[in-house]
């Protein structure tokens, strides 16, 4: 299956259709696919909606009739929508045209970790507010980037060394940066999943991917960080894909690198493989088996497939990773994934 490819409106209103091409509108302005399917759907059952281009802030609404179109257009345009944030909308008809996104959708994607049954992995929805988002997006702006092969990263409180997977806990950056402090306060909440969970973290990776570039399948260093992982994302959204091996596989330091992990995973076809959709905004937990036995990585892709909708990725999306560094020797109870056990 492809996403729908749909012509940018030329001018004026053009010929009515039943697609809507809404501008003031979409994930970079806080706005998720579902609540503007949500508000939409007041005129008429909506087919899907689509990112219109890679800015995050136009959207393409597709109807099943073109009378909803012509509803939705005549009561939105130009008018503050309430189900939207009050946002005023400039709304114009769009065709579709031939054109077609290949879209990866062999594994079914699942909206909730209840529906993933990995144990371990919790996911929070709406865990920031957009403002905050906003907020947290300004400050990681304002520092200077590293340069990775195909993304940006920032590092705070310990360096994470991607070239052996690891840290060098003395080798101290200092303390978090205060824009984290009301991520910090509310991670506490995931206590009443697991009462376990540790929430005293002590390093930051910041990353940024740009549209279509993901990451390799890999396990956190065990003996890097402790049993809790808690990743924010921002800006656009994504889907994680996790796989467990009927064998463990672990990488030493000499053979540690992406390129190396990945191709070790590749190569291997005995595998558990689940996959979940991770929003803006939203909170992911990895704990016990989840964080210690389940490879976990993004697909390459620019479009996913997510149950019945095909969602295009945002012109950035950049997660933030708290971790807390081990002091000592991993003595986890997945001796095959740890390399502080082999």
Not at 209 to 220: A, E, Q
Request: aromatic letters at 10%; one cysteine or more.
């Amino acid at each position: 299956m492809g996403l729908p490819r749909f012509a940018r409106p030329k001018g004026g209103d053009g010929e009515s259709s039943s697609n809507l091409y809404v501008a003031n509108c979409g994930p970079a302005v806080g706005l998720s696919f579902d609540t503007i399917m949500s508000a939409f759907g007041t005129y008429g059952e909506v087919k899907g909606v689509y990112a219109a281009d890679e800015s995050g802030t136009r959207v393409i609404v597709s109807y099943h009739k073109e009378s909803s179109a012509q509803t939705a257009l005549k009561e939105l345009d130009g008018r503050p929508c309430s189900d939207l944030g009050g946002r005023s909308l400039h709304i114009r008809y769009s065709a579709q045209s031939l054109g077609k996104v290949k879209v990866n959708d062999t594994v079914p994607v699942s909206t909730s970790a209840s529906d993933l049954k990995i144990p371990g992995v919790y996911l929070v929805h709406d865990f920031v507010t957009a403002k905050e988002e906003e907020e947290l997006l300004a400050a990681v702006d304002c520092q200077p980037w590293q340069h990775l092969a195909k993304r940006r990263v920032q590092h705070y409180g310990y360096e994470f060394r991607y070239d052996i997977r690891n840290v060098n806990p003395k080798q101290y950056l200092g303390d978090l940066p205060c824009f984290v402090s009301p991520v910090l306060d509310r991670i506490k909440m995931f206590k009443k999943f697991d009462s376990s969970t540790d929430v005293c973290v002590d390093q930051l990776t910041v990353n940024e991917y740009p549209p279509g570039v993901g990451l390799s399948p890999h396990i956190d260093t065990h003996s890097a960080f402790e049993g809790s992982i808690f990743s924010l994302s921002l800006a656009g959204p994504c889907i994680m894909e996790f796989r467990q091996y009927s064998r463990g596989v672990w990488l030493s330091s000499h053979t540690s690198s992406c390129d190396t992990e990945e191709q070790i995973c590749e190569n291997s076809s005995n595998f558990l493989q689940r996959a979940i959709y991770l929003p803006p905004r939203s909170m992911l937990l990895l704990s016990g088996e989840g964080r210690y036995a389940w490879h976990h990585y993004i697909p390459h892709h620019k479009v996913d497939k997510v149950k019945d909708r095909e969602i295009r990725r945002g012109s950035r999306r950049v997660s933030l990773t708290l971790r807390k560094v081990r002091k000592g020797p991993c003595q986890c109870e997945f001796p095959q994934h740890c390399d502080s056990q082999n």
